[in-house]
């Protein structure tokens, strides 16, 4: 079975400064990887996602996430975060073929200024 | 393009009643999934629809059930309510399954007392 865990549930981080979220995954088989973003009162919005080919992924709004097989990990990264980046950020896995996303319990980034 | 839609936003009931979810996809989307998001939690799987068939289904009892219409669109029903189910309850809707995109609504949140 296939399963998520995010390893910080809080991040607090200052304005400016980077950040990493750390992701870790299970799987047996070969998995896609994504992370979504929640704002306050908000639905799901995909930030990024992993299918195959290259390791490093840039997504929107200047997020970046690598996938490290050998550590079965997926972190996910920003050079310099904005006030705007305080949201709930949940990493997910789902397999070829397969119809289910395994959403880890999320971390919340608080940006301060 | 309008984007998922779900109503009603908030919806209070008690103990035993029965309550149903609506969920407007997004143009040109056969797929549709929902998810049950407790306070605090990671959004978990309940059920996906894909050309109005049920495709799969997370760890839910069978109180939990839906439907998809021909145009796509989608019900959540719930029977029997219990104080557990009070979570925000989110379909996210796509074309076709694993790889892709899921877009998802704001949610709607259920309220058991």
Partial sequence: ?113 | ETGVTQSPTHLIKTRGQQVTLRCSSQSGHNTVSWYQQALGQGPQFIFQYYREEENGRGNFPPRFSGLQFPNYSSELNVNALELDDSALYLCASSIGTGKETQYFGPGTRLLVL
């Fill in chain 1, 1 to 113: 079975a296939q399963s998520v865990t995010q390893l910080d549930s809080q991040v607090p981080v200052f304005e400016e400064a980077p950040v990493e979220l750390r992701c870790n995954y299970s799987s047996s088989v070969s998995v896609y990887l994504f992370w979504y973003v929640q704002y306050p009162n908000q639905g799901l919005q995909l930030l990024l996602k992993y299918l195959s080919g290259s390791t490093l992924v840039k997504g929107i709004n200047g997020f970046e996430a690598e996938f490290n097989k050998s550590q079965t990990s997926f972190h996910l990264r920003k050079p310099s975060v904005h006030i705007s980046d305080t949201a709930e950020y949940f990493c997910a896995v789902s397999d070829p073929g397969g119809f289910k996303t395994i959403f880890g319990a999320g971390t919340r980034l608080f940006v301060k200024a």
